[in-house]
């Protein structure tokens, strides 16, 4: 059953406290709990010697926060009218004060630093998961053609119609090889992780239906980018 109190900044409130806590180590049960926060918050301040079990309670409660909180208090206080405060929490039901101990946060809002070090943490698994952009190469190809009556303008269509990812056709131009003869030069542009020149060659090049305008194609230069 939730226990209600009232008016603890005031030595009325602080009797009806010190009387719950005969015989009490805690407020509720024999742990600090989060209703022990709450009243701890309420109090003013530490009860005079008047007060024996509520000054020995509020010292206990301060031994335990101060292990939470080992950083180096240096005293706040809070303006405000408390007395005008009172009358609207003892208004509230007691299923309500029930139901806020689940909601409650005991340590309060994030601190700037706390804030930026977990946006750190996000930003650093983010970079882990990010996978890494793979190499790029530059490519400059021979293709040839099986004969002077060879079509190079479908020949260089054919080439140029290969299409994968991470592929990228670039400027070409035909030169002379001897009787007749004319070769395609043409630039390329591959995804390392995408593309193998080998593979472009064998499997689309010089394979069915290509192979009908182009005999064979040379790798001439091999760059990293």
Same mark, same amino acid.
């Given at each position: 059953? &939730?226990?209600?109190?009232?008016?603890?900044?005031?030595?009325?409130?602080?009797?009806?406290?010190?009387?719950?806590?005969?015989?009490?180590?805690? %407020?509720?049960?024999?742990? /600090?709990?989060?209703?022990? $926060?709450?009243?701890?918050?309420?109090?003013?301040?530490?009860?005079?010697?008047?007060?024996?079990?509520?000054?020995?309670?509020?010292?206990?409660?301060?031994?335990?926060?101060?292990?939470?909180?080992?950083?180096?208090?240096?005293?706040?206080?809070?303006?405000?009218?408390?007395?005008a405060? &009172?009358?609207?929490?003892?208004?509230?039901?007691?299923?309500?004060?029930?139901?806020?101990?689940?909601?409650?946060?005991?340590?309060?809002d994030?601190?700037?630093?706390?804030?930026?070090? &977990?946006?750190e943490?996000?930003?650093?698994?983010k970079?882990?998961?990010?996978?890494?952009?793979?190499?790029?190469?530059?490519?400059?190809?021979?293709?040839k053609?099986?004969?002077?009556?060879?079509d190079?303008?479908?020949?260089?269509?054919c080439?140029?119609? $290969?299409?994968?990812?991470?592929?990228?056709w670039?400027?070409?131009?035909?030169?002379? $090889?001897?009787?007749?003869?004319?070769k395609?030069?043409?630039?390329?542009? %591959?995804?390392?992780?995408?593309?193998?020149?080998?593979n /472009? %060659?064998?499997?689309?090049?010089?394979?069915?239906?290509?192979?009908e305008?182009?005999?064979? $194609?040379? %790798?001439?230069?091999?760059?990293?980018?």
């Amino acid at each position: 059953m &939730a226990v209600t109190f009232s008016d603890l900044h005031t030595e009325e409130g602080v009797k009806s406290l010190e009387n719950h806590l005969a015989g009490k180590t805690y %407020i509720s049960g024999d742990q /600090l709990s989060v209703d022990d $926060v709450k009243v701890y918050a309420a109090v003013s301040g530490k009860p005079s010697d008047a007060f024996p079990n509520a000054s020995r309670w509020f010292d206990c409660v301060a031994s335990h926060l101060a292990k939470s909180f080992p950083g180096k208090a240096v005293g706040v206080s809070i303006g405000g009218s408390v007395a005008a405060a &009172a009358p609207a929490q003892a208004e509230a039901p007691a299923a309500a004060a029930a139901d806020d101990d689940d909601d409650m946060d005991l340590f309060g809002d994030e601190t700037e630093e706390e804030k930026k070090a &977990a946006e750190e943490r996000e930003a650093a698994k983010k970079d882990t998961k990010k996978p890494k952009e793979s190499g790029k190469s530059s490519v400059l190809m021979e293709v040839k053609p099986w004969d002077d009556e060879t079509d190079m303008k479908k020949l260089e269509e054919c080439v140029r119609a $290969v299409e994968m990812p991470g592929l990228l056709w670039g400027a070409s131009k035909l030169v002379p $090889v001897g009787y007749g003869i004319k070769k395609l030069t043409i630039m390329l542009t %591959i995804v390392d992780d995408l593309v193998s020149p080998d593979n /472009l %060659i064998e499997d689309y090049l010089t394979s069915e239906p290509n192979n009908e305008y182009i005999q064979s $194609v040379d %790798i001439v230069a091999f760059n990293k980018i």
